[in-house]
């Protein structure tokens, strides 16, 4: 685990809090000065604000460094968990976006033509009441990004109407894996002490392109330490260059890969102790998987039985010191009809290595949330159920799924939705359902920054401010040392006719006549949280990012089982009574190959997370000039199909997409890579419009069973030479 210095006891000096953050991070010229800062007239006119990078879900903490107003540079805070004093492409490039060409300056309703028609906020708060007041309170849907403030008010909002339909975007993202891990371990989540393992082995699409530079550090310090780092999946992406080892496998098969990795290590040894002490419904479990073995993974895997052998022998010689991880980007987290049962039995597999809190071992993320808020009054939770929690029950334990909220709207049952700074109908799996869905509603609001595909689907669309122009509540982040991030604003809003999240909802609650459950400021809400949980506001803003290094994991102790019968549960009656076996077994992907049809992989790039060419001249340029946008075929498919290296080729479904093609053995025979980000079709979003293919176009709609997540990935391509 990382040594994290700036903790919560004995933290309450702000001016000391802040000298400790400028001297672990330092303030000298470099070369991002030249390339995006301003010139500084001296040290004086310097102010130093903390806050958090937007580029993604990272939450990777950075300092700014303002020069009379202006954004002079962002260094990655040392303290914060993700950052760990650095930031990627993306998040040196990013806040590039507050100043950007595509920026939504003023409120916008759709006009018969199928444009939009400036209004004012009096008239869009109005009108979208009226549409709210016309309708009852579970025909309405929010569906936000996750983060702490739209996560916030939305919720508040929604339940002050009397609605319960709340929801991120984690069905397109995380909510399966999520969902399986907690199944099985009564946690979220674990992170691989990859820095003093022996072993880990990534299975996964892309172990962490985009993302955490913490987690390249690990990486490295791994690499350094002699550790064994083995990486399975359909694409050898950028991350596998701290490898050891790459594994080409097939998409979708991963699950295959654990089934058959845990039955090896039933048949020639597991941790007995551990499991006898800590496991629940174990025989149930053992007869289940044992048929699973590395001969069986081999004709589903394409890796062959000795190599599986090998792994299982390799883990359990190196077991506690090791685990078994599905990447550490949670985009991997609902890619397949079988993601959900892929996270739980990979949870399963790492206590077989009894390898949870130990040295080099699977780290169980501890978790610290905010308490009562003082002197600000809660809203009562709805007297309604969430729309798909009774079919997708382990998808209600983790926030409900969005993606059955978009096909409730899609078939009739939901009359409204508003979207968050989510940009659900680019990401989701078949764009052109979710437009379909978003415009079947009488009521659909978009609030965000830019004009992009979900807005331009939607009926209004509520301009907010950008992540560097506003405070934001603190972020709570889980992890072996948990922490609290704080958001503050940098620069002054560039806009008058946009407004921050709080006041949009404060504005709208108004109209709907709930202004009452908001009457209070952001500040106030993040003092309370903070304060409920022992940090001071004040303090905390003025170094960034708090630690809970008494809530840490210590090596050796192990957590509190969340399961209903606070064991690893093996054999789980809760997705039993889902529709699924009691231990997990394999489920077959949706995908079925026909001849001469290619298996979709996909995964995030370093400059592209999120689709960031729509935000960022800088990176459209990178993405242009190194042809970032190609889709990867395997040197042997593309001899049978007659493609070369730069050729343009169609990708077809349920869409027919053209792209230009690089040939290369990085991804594996039978597959073919198109990476994520690209193929917007909004005229508001300049810099990435009709630049690559989206992959999602390339997906057909549908929902993991008793998970809820979309299956973003889940598909089978024809691919051919253009005009062929």
């Known amino acids: 685990m990382q040594d994290t210095t700036i903790t919560r006891r004995g933290f309450l000096a702000t001016a000391a809090g802040a000298a400790v953050v400028t001297a672990a991070v330092g303030a000298s010229r470099s070369t991002w000065d030249q390339a995006f800062g301003v010139n500084y007239h001296s040290d004086e006119d310097v102010r130093e604000v903390h806050s958090t990078c937007y580029g993604c879900g990272a939450n990777c903490g950075f300092t700014a460094y303002v020069n009379k107003g202006k954004l002079g540079k962002v260094i990655g805070d040392a303290e914060n968990p993700s950052a760990a004093g650095k930031l990627c492409a993306i998040g040196y490039a990013y806040p590039r976006v507050a100043e950007g060409e595509d920026r939504l300056v003023e409120p916008l309703k759709r006009n018969a033509q199928g444009g939009f028609d400036p209004i004012t906020w009096d008239q869009a708060f109005s009108e979208i009441a009226t549409r709210i007041g016309g309708m009852q309170p579970q025909e309405l849907a929010f569906i936000g990004d996750g983060r702490p403030t739209s996560s916030f008010y939305g919720k508040r909002f929604m339940w002050a109407l009397g609605g319960a339909n709340v929801y991120t975007d984690d069905a397109a993202h995380s909510l399966s894996r999520k969902a399986g891990t907690y199944a099985a371990i009564g946690a979220e989540g674990y992170t691989p002490d990859v820095?003093?393992?022996?072993?880990?082995?990534?299975?996964?699409?892309?172990?962490?392109?985009g993302m955490r530079p913490a987690h390249i550090a690990a990486l490295e310090a791994a690499r350094q330490n002699g550790a064994r780092i083995v990486m399975a999946g359909p694409?050898?992406?950028?991350?596998?260059?701290?490898?050891?080892?790459?594994?080409?496998?097939?998409?979708?098969?991963?699950?295959?890969?654990?089934?058959?990795?845990?039955?090896?290590?039933?048949?020639?040894?597991?941790?007995?102790?551990?499991?006898?002490?800590?496991?629940?419904?174990?025989?149930?479990?053992r007869a289940a998987v044992s048929s699973y073995g590395a001969k069986w993974a081999e004709g589903v895997t394409g890796l062959t039985e000795d190599t599986i052998e090998r792994l299982a022998a390799e883990l359990r010689n190196a077991a506690p010191a090791c685990s078994v991880s599905l990447g550490l980007r949670e985009g991997n987290g609902a890619l397949y009809g079988n993601s959900g049962e892929l996270a739980r039995a990979t949870a399963l597999l790492n206590a077989l290595l009894g390898c949870y809190n130990q040295k080099g071992g699977a780290l169980v993320d501890v978790c610290v949330r905010p308490g009562e808020l003082g002197g600000i009054e809660a809203v009562a939770a709805p007297n309604a159920q969430r729309v798909g929690d009774t079919d997708y029950p382990l998808a209600a334990q983790m926030g409900g799924s969005s993606a059955v909220a978009l096909k409730a709207a899609h078939e009739g049952a939901l009359h409204g939705v508003i979207f968050c700074e989510t940009d659900y109908a680019a990401d989701a799996s078949s764009p052109s359902y979710v437009r379909s869905a978003i415009e079947g509603c009488d009521l659909s609001v978009y609030v965000g920054t830019e004009l992009c595909e979900t807005a331009q689907a939607c009926q209004y669309v509520l301009p907010d401010v950008s992540y560097l122009e506003r405070a934001d509540l603190p972020s709570f982040v889980d992890g072996p040392v948990p922490s609290v991030v704080t958001h503050s604003a940098a620069i002054d809003v560039l806009h008058a006719g946009t407004k921050p999240l709080d006041e949009i909802f404060g504005g709208l609650a108004k109209a709907c006549g709930v202004g009452d459950a908001f009457d209070f400021s952001l500040e106030d809400v993040a003092r309370a949280q903070l304060e409920s949980v022992g940090v001071s506001y004040d303090g905390a803003v003025s170094v960034g990012t708090v630690s809970f290094a008494e809530e840490a994991v210590t090596y050796g102790e192990l957590p509190v089982w969340g399961t209903p019968s606070g064991k690893i549960e093996f054999a789980s009656d809760t997705c039993k009574a889902a529709g699924l076996s009691a231990s997990p077994m394999w489920v077959e992907p949706t995908h079925v190959l026909a001849d001469g049809q290619l298996a979709l992989a996909s995964g995030a790039l370093p400059v592209n997370a999120g689709g960031l060419a729509a935000d960022d001249d800088a990176i459209a340029m990178l993405i242009s000039k190194y042809d970032l946008s190609r889709v990867w075929l395997n040197e042997a498919d593309a001899k049978r199909l007659g493609i070369a290296d730069g050729d343009t080729v169609t990708l077809a479904n349920q869409s027919d997409l053209t792209a230009r093609v690089r040939v290369t053995n990085r991804v594996v025979p039978g597959a073919v890579f198109v990476p994520e980000g690209f193929g917007r079709t909004s005229s508001g979003e300049a810099h990435a419009k009709g630049v690559g293919v989206n992959v999602a176009d390339l997906v057909p709609f549908a929902v993991e069973a008793a998970y809820g997540s979309g299956m973003v990935r889940d598909a089978v391509l024809t691919v051919q030479k253009a005009g062929a």
């Not at 050898?236 to 998409?251: C, N, Y």
């Not at 002490?277 to 479990?285: I, L, N, P, S, V």
């Open 195 to 209: 820095e003093h393992s022996q072993m880990t082995l990534f299975v996964c699409d892309g172990a962490l392109d």
């Open 235 to 285: 694409v050898q992406s950028g991350d596998t260059r701290f490898a050891s080892e790459w594994l080409g496998i097939k998409p979708g098969s991963q699950l295959a890969l654990v089934l058959a990795l845990s039955a090896e290590l039933l048949r020639d040894g597991y941790d007995k102790a551990f499991v006898d002490a800590q496991g629940a419904g174990f025989d149930e479990y």
